[in-house]
């Protein structure tokens, strides 16, 4: 029987809250034995990321903390835009922090203005609440300037737990470009000044093609999701780009690339995990941060299928790869520069990349329409979906703009919009 393990001694050595954190993994388990397990005909290869889901406060926590008692730091990152082959290079480890769980909301707000994206405050109450074991274990944060909420709240961030911070530009000209690398460098530095190791070409070529093996495998996964019978749910495959963020990446792969394998073998034999008539959805927005499997539950359990999404936690995490010809440091960091301008957040402008890359994306996922998710007080995207909306009723693709928090009251109302797009469909 599924359960999410505990492990009170660990969390306890991690200066957690542990009498309030005990009630998280009894929770845990009853959501994603609502949410997940109950599905019909999931892969075999989906028992490898359950797995995760049940040592996700336990397993892989200990292997954080025994890479810290290596000297290998820990060092969590919160957007897209932090290279962690950087970090991988210089022997670090690297997981992602976002919040995606109400649960953590609360303690933020204590200290946050609440008009604020839930991310942000999920991921803020984390720590001050001492909620959060991945939090705790982090030697040190990496923080941007992408958004105002989140670049004001690293400056609060920094009195709980070291915050450095990387400085983002907002446009994609040559002065950004030559800012960005500079910044590339500084973080460089910085990691390395923490890791006590100083990375050459070799050491970075080996994290350059580690992080792209892991980008590829996300890319095979995706491709072949996007078959009619799909051969796996939006909710599983969204659950594996969460994992992404935190697994340990030579693991992640193979198991990603042995599930790829089993899905090749269900589409020579035309098996799915819906009928071909299944309504086809893509998602496109802002990021979903473990447990937030909001959206996704929705839209299937109403019968459809989510296909694709255009999503930090999505395509924008693994769409580009860096090339990996380069014989000098120099060279390599330039390489590197130029794959991380490629990912088109709504905090840059002007950004019609990003609505180009959705139509790009609606079209070879074989979607029918598109549900625009934007987190409440997200500014950016939620004004860029504007655009979107524009762009999509020129190609004639049906298109719904929604806009939410983590919290379970606005369920009813969403399902009901949900189904009346797919109805309209
Ligand atoms: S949406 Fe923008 S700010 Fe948020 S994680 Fe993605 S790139 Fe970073
Ligand atoms: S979803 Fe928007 S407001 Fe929230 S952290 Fe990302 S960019 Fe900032």
New binding site residues.
């Given amino acids: 029987m599924f359960e999410v393990k505990s492990d009170p001694a660990l969390w306890e050595k991690l200066g957690m809250d542990v009498e309030r954190f005990k009630n998280m993994p009894p929770m845990l388990t009853q959501a994603y034995t609502n949410i997940f397990l109950g599905q019909k005909n999931r892969p075999q290869g989906m028992a490898y990321f359950d797995d995760c889901v049940a040592n996700i406060h336990t397993g892989r926590i200990h292997e954080l903390v025994a890479a810290k008692e290596a000297g290998k730091p820990v060092i969590g990152t919160?957007?897209?835009?932090v290279p962690e082959e950087l970090v991988l290079a210089a022997g670090g480890v690297c997981v992602g922090l976002?919040g995606g769980a109400q649960g953590s909301i609360a303690d933020a707000e204590k200290i946050l203005p609440r008009n604020i994206c839930p991310?942000v405050k999920s991921a803020f109450g984390f720590k001050v609440g001492r909620i959060c074991p991945y939090f705790q274990a982090v030697d040190f944060v990496y923080g941007?300037t992408?958004?105002d909420a989140?670049k004001k709240t690293w400056e609060l961030l920094d009195q709980y737990v070291p915050t450095h911070v990387m400085e983002i530009p907002q446009k994609k000209g040559p002065r950004d470009k030559a800012l960005w690398l500079e910044e590339v460098k500084g973080f460089k530095s910085a990691v390395e000044k923490i890791t006590g190791n100083a990375t050459g070409t070799q050491e970075i070529a080996e994290a350059i093609t580690l992080i792209n093996g892991k980008r590829r495998a996300l890319q095979r996964l995706n491709s072949l999701r996007h078959h009619n019978p799909s051969p796996i749910s939006g909710k599983d495959m969204l659950l594996i780009q969460q994992i992404a963020f935190y697994d340990e990446p030579n693991r992640f792969i193979a198991r990603v690339n042995d599930l790829c394998d089993e899905l090749e073998g269900r589409l020579r034999e035309d098996i799915g995990v819906a009928p071909v008539s299944t309504k086809r959805i893509m998602v496109s927005g802002?990021?979903m941060a473990l447990p937030n499997w909001k959206l996704h539950h929705i839209i299937e359990s109403s019968g459809a299928i989510v296909v694709n999404e255009e999503?930090?936690i999505g395509t924008?995490y693994y769409k580009d790869l860096i090339d990996e010809s380069s014989q000098t440091v120099d060279e390599q960091l330039e390489r590197l520069t130029e794959r991380y301008m490629k990912?088109d957040?709504?905090?840059f402008t002007p950004n019609d990349e990003r609505i180009d890359q959705v139509i790009k994306e609606y079209r070879e996922s074989g979607a029918q329409g598109i549900i625009d998710y934007c987190l409440q007080f997200c500014h950016?995207?939620n004004i860029e979906a504007v655009k979107l909306r524009q762009a999509c009723e020129k190609e004639g693709i049906p298109f719904l703009a929604i806009e939410t928090d983590y919290s379970p009251e606005d369920v009813g109302q969403l399902q009901t919009r949900v189904e009346a797009f797919l109805e309209m469909l």
């Fill in positions: 919160f957007c897209v835009y976002c991310m941007e992408t958004c989140k802002t990021p999503s930090c924008r990912i957040c709504s905090c950016t995207y």
